[in-house]
Nanobody
Framework: QVQLVESGGGLVQAGGSLRLSCAAS????????MGWFRQAPGKEREFVAA????????YYADSVKGRFTISRDNAKNTVYLRMNSLKPEDTAVYYC?????????????????WGQGTQVTVSS
């Protein structure tokens, strides 16, 4: 398995921006589809965005499309989530995840490795 460590969360006002980072170690990073999920209090973990091994294909949840951008740097073993125009409903713990599937599947069960999560709080 690959080990994942997220960073970059924090408190931001509505309309603001944050960039989350996820550093990977332990296995060949470029072999993995990478994804971001989030979980708000009392809610199930939900898909946010995913990117294939080369970065040529991305997929987003409808709720973040046009506001969030996922990217990766395979030379740095890092995946990013740029979040713009943040809303209070984006408040959640954000998790980075890695999948060995050859293509993007947006369910939690497709991802076998998870980070510990980073808190994002958007104030109104």
């Amino acid at each position: 398995q690959v080990q994942l460590v997220e960073s970059g969360g924090g408190l931001v006002q509505a309309g603001g921006s944050l960039r989350l980072s996820c550093a990977a170690s332990g296995r060949t990073f470029s072999n993995y589809v990478m994804g971001w999920f989030r979980q708000a209090p009392g809610k199930e973990r939900e898909f946010v965005a995913a990117i294939n091994w080369s970065g040529s294909s991305t997929y987003y949840a409808d709720s973040v499309k046009g506001r969030f951008t996922i990217s990766r740097d395979n030379a740095k073993n890092t995946v990013y989530l740029r979040m713009n125009s943040l809303k209070p409903e984006d408040t959640a713990v954000y998790y980075c995840a890695a999948s060995t599937r050859p293509y993007i599947i947006v369910t939690t069960t497709a991802f076998g490795s998870w980070g510990q999560g980073t808190q994002v709080t958007v104030s109104s």
